[in-house]
């Protein structure tokens, strides 16, 4: 029905440009705590995390953990909101979450490993699947969509549906 | 005194009605009296269906060999495995549901809660019921009643926009969202409950006891900390535990503003995550019937009990107050 | 010495005052921070607007047609079932009385139960139980009323309402003189003509102030309804008993936690707390003004 990047937010004043799959992985298993292991002043890393009964929870554990666990110091907020505005307002801190827009904030460019290159969250490579964090997102009907369900899911791919998707944070699909 | 059936006989109303009237009468006074009698009973009926149903649902965690696979009584409470010794991370390859730092979290956030709260409405009880002027007490306890009413999930949003910023910046702490931040909000919570039964407990000391200390030659100071205050503390006390239910079942303030990472650990100035809100993040999407759920729902039972004795003790003391000052006036 | 316990005691009434500023201060604070910032956007159409654009434009109307929907509907349920329990632990059973003491208990445990503690009862009762129940019974196993709906959200905070409605009720039964009641009883009247006729129109103003304290609270509290109804955003108002609702302090931890643009929603986040506040303060300002009058003739027995 959609696209869904996900986005790496620091700080505005954060030196990092770039953070690598495996930087996030350490970071959020606990196995990084300070910002000057990636490249950062000397400061504790403070990171956000959504609550585990979001979709952007399981996906982020999946893709970017590998399944492991999260460290338990990390502060589950409930929402991309809260996320946003958590570390727009402390400049150690760094959370993930669907696009969002906020000022005092920067999404950092994520490269898959050390030898690919950097890529940041736009609509370009969000679509093309080059942004290593994306994600699509489906309906599940029980057997082929009828009747007012069809009519829904045909609502939503159309080019309203799609706007609206944009509109609350979501990527369009790409138009084939 | 209240036995109407003999004087509903007289005369003048079997003249003045008809006798099927007066039938209806009795008929509807007693349906009346059913219909009474049986809604009292709701009350007591919901707090026993909230056991039962609450509990129906938290049992599982304690019978059932399926959930046992992934949690029992003894994970929950003890050390689980060497590397994880007091996880709470449901969703999991492997999920570990240890209730410990949910119960350290709640401690520290309503411990600090309470300690902000009760010197506060305490003192400030103390002021309005025995030095502040008329006119003072038409604005304090206007202003309590209306803290009391500021919905917490408007307190919650406070903490989070601003009371977070300017505590961050006063003591620039690694951590933004801590419990000293939620226990300031939560303290707003308290201060009403604590401020208003404490205040009752000290209107309700004679004025015979004031009178006879100040008589003596005592100051204002000296009557209300020797004089009043002693006979008034059971009330105060039991303004305190009442507090202490208030705070610690209380979600939305602590969902918002404590930064929720369940850590164990006794700083105050760590993030927290309290049981209240683990039920409130979590069971919007969890499956029903399963381990999870079912140890949502033993939380939910956990907390109700740990209310449910706070505030029986919490009232036990307020009444035996209120008998002792009775029996002296 | 004397003056030195005296400067003492003048030093501690004043540290009790500064307790009394503080608590007041910190009110203030709230209130004029909301103020400040929530007045702003406020305007007609807000108020008469749906969200829109993922909530960082247009009004709050369908979340305060929810919590009117709500209330109204808890109000229904809360009400009779408050004014009776208060009627029968005043009027009909003896005092003192073995029962009267045990329903006294339960409403002042209920009124100690956490609201997240009625949330999950609301799912595992309401919804669980008597919402499959239904289902299986009339609907042949269709998924009608087994899921979060309003009349689900409005019974759960009418059994939290419920000890404000008998407390303030209670309060009004006791300041109508005893001598009312023999006079009914004199002339004939059966114990429920004397409620119907003489006890509850007296206590009006008693059931008022505690309707309108539940409905203040009903109005302001989000974790009973969480999970038993409210929704995070809906195209169409309520209608049916079996609808979700959108609801004003939901909306608030909504839009606070997952907003996609969290500069343009702040604005219409701080108006909607603006409007819950005021709602309830109206309320609450209502109730307190009806209880004073009620006092003042309990102190001096008209």
């Known amino acids: 029905m959609a696209l869904d990047g996900i986005a790496i937010y620091v700080h505005q004043t954060c030196p990092v440009q770039v953070f690598s799959q495996a930087q996030l992985k350490a970071i959020y298993t606990g196995q990084i705590t300070n910002w000057k292991e990636v490249g950062g002043s000397d400061m504790r890393i403070v990171p956000y995390s959504r609550e585990n009964n979001s979709g952007t929870y399981v996906f982020f554990k999946e893709h970017v953990l590998g399944n492991e666990d999260f460290a338990r110091e990390i502060q589950t907020l409930p929402g991309t909101a809260a996320v946003v505005n958590a570390v727009s307002k402390d400049p150690a801190s760094i959370g993930y979450g669907g696009i969002a827009y906020a000022t005092g904030i920067r999404a950092v460019p994520v490269k898959k490993d050390e030898n690919s290159e950097a890529v940041p969250a736009t609509l370009q490579t969000v679509q093309s699947g080059k942004y290593p964090l994306s994600r699509n997102l489906f309906f599940y009907t029980i057997g082929e969509p009828q009747g007012e369900e069809k009519a829904f899911i045909d609502w939503v791919l159309s080019s309203e549906g799609q706007k609206i998707c944009e509109a609350v944070g979501y990527y369009p699909l790409v138009r084939k | 005194m209240r036995s109407s059936g003999v004087l509903s006989a007289s005369p003048q109303v079997t003249v003045a009605e008809p006798l099927t009237r007066r039938g209806t009468d009795a008929l509807n006074d007693r349906i009346a009296a059913l219909v009474i009698k049986g809604s009292a009973f709701v009350a007591i009926l919901a707090l026993i269906l909230i056991f039962v149903f609450i509990g129906k649902e938290a049992l599982p965690v304690l019978t059932s060999p399926e959930v046992h696979e992934e949690v029992s009584l003894r994970s929950l409470f003890m050390p689980q495995t060497p590397e994880a010794e007091f996880t709470w991370q449901p969703v999991s390859e492997h999920p570990k549901y240890s209730l410990m730092p949910l119960l350290a979290g709640t401690l520290k956030v309503t411990v600090i809660a309470v300690l902000i709260a009760i010197p506060l409405s305490v003192s400030g009880a103390i002021f309005t019921a025995e030095f502040a002027s008329p006119w003072a007490r038409e604005i304090i306890k206007p202003a309590i009643e209306i803290l009391a009413g500021i919905p917490s999930v408007v307190v919650g949003f406070f903490c989070l926009m601003v009371v977070a910023g300017w505590l961050h910046s006063a003591f620039g702490w690694t951590y933004r969202l801590n419990a000293i931040t939620a226990g300031v909000g939560l303290a707003l919570a308290v201060i009403p409950i604590v401020y208003t039964v404490s205040e009752d407990a000290f209107s309700s000391v004679p004025q015979a006891y004031r009178d006879g200390s100040m008589a003596m030659g005592a100051s204002n100071w000296q009557t209300a900390s020797r004089v009043v205050l002693p006979s008034a503390m059971p009330g105060v006390l039991a303004a305190c535990v009442l507090g202490f239910g208030r705070a610690i079942g209380e979600t939305m303030i602590v969902l918002m503003a404590s930064g929720n990472a369940a850590v164990l650990s006794f700083s105050a100035t760590d993030s927290v995550r309290t049981f209240s809100a683990t039920i409130a993040a979590e069971l919007g999407e969890v499956v029903v019937g399963s381990p999870h759920y079912f140890v949502l729902f033993f939380v939910g039972a956990f907390l109700f009990i740990l209310t449910f004795v706070t505030n029986l003790f919490g009232h036990w003391w307020v009444g035996r107050l209120q008998k002792k000052l009775q029996g002296a006036s | ?302």
């Open chain 3, 1 to 302: 010495m004397f003056d030195r316990t005296r400067l003492a005691g003048i030093f501690f009434q004043s540290l009790t005052a500064v307790a009394c500023i503080t608590i007041v201060a910190m009110m203030v604070i709230i209130l004029g921070n909301i103020l400040i910032h929530g007045i702003q956007r406020l305007s007609v159409g807000f108020l008469t607007k749906a969200p829109m654009a993922g909530m960082t434009s247009g009004g709050i109307f369908p979340a305060i047609f929810g919590t009117f929907a709500l209330v109204l509907l808890m109000t229904i349920a809360v009400i009779p079932l408050g004014v009776a329990t208060a009627v029968y632990m005043h009027e009909y059973a003896p005092k003192r009385s073995r029962m009267v003491h045990l329903v006294r208990l339960a409403i002042q445990n209920l009124a100690g139960v956490p609201a997240i503690v009625f949330g999950l009862f609301g799912l595992g009762f309401f919804i669980e139980f008597i919402g499959r129940g239904m289902d299986k019974a009339f609907f042949g196993g269709r998924l009608v009323y087994g899921q979060p709906a309003i009349i689900w959200a409005a019974l759960t905070m009418a059994l939290l309402t419920l000890p404000t409605v008998v407390v303030a009720t209670e309060e009004a039964l006791r300041a109508i003189p005893q001598s009312y009641r023999e006079v009914a009883y004199s002339l004939g009247a059966t114990r429920w003509q004397m409620i119907r006729r003489v006890v509850l129109p007296q206590a009006v103003g008693g059931i008022l102030t505690g309707g309108i304290l539940a409905i203040s609270r009903g109005s302001g509290e989000v974790a009973p309804v969480m999970f038993t109804g409210a929704a995070y955003f809906l195209p169409e108002l309520p209608t049916r008993l079996h609808n979700q609702f959108m609801e004003l302090g939901y909306h608030v931890y909504v839009m606070t936690t997952q907003s996609p643009d969290v500069e343009a929603t702040k604005p219409i986040l701080y108006s909607t707390v603006l409007v819950l506040l005021m709602l309830t303060f109206l309320l609450n300002f209502t109730a307190i003004m009806i209880r004073a009058r009620i006092r003042r003739r309990l102190r001096y027995g008209r």
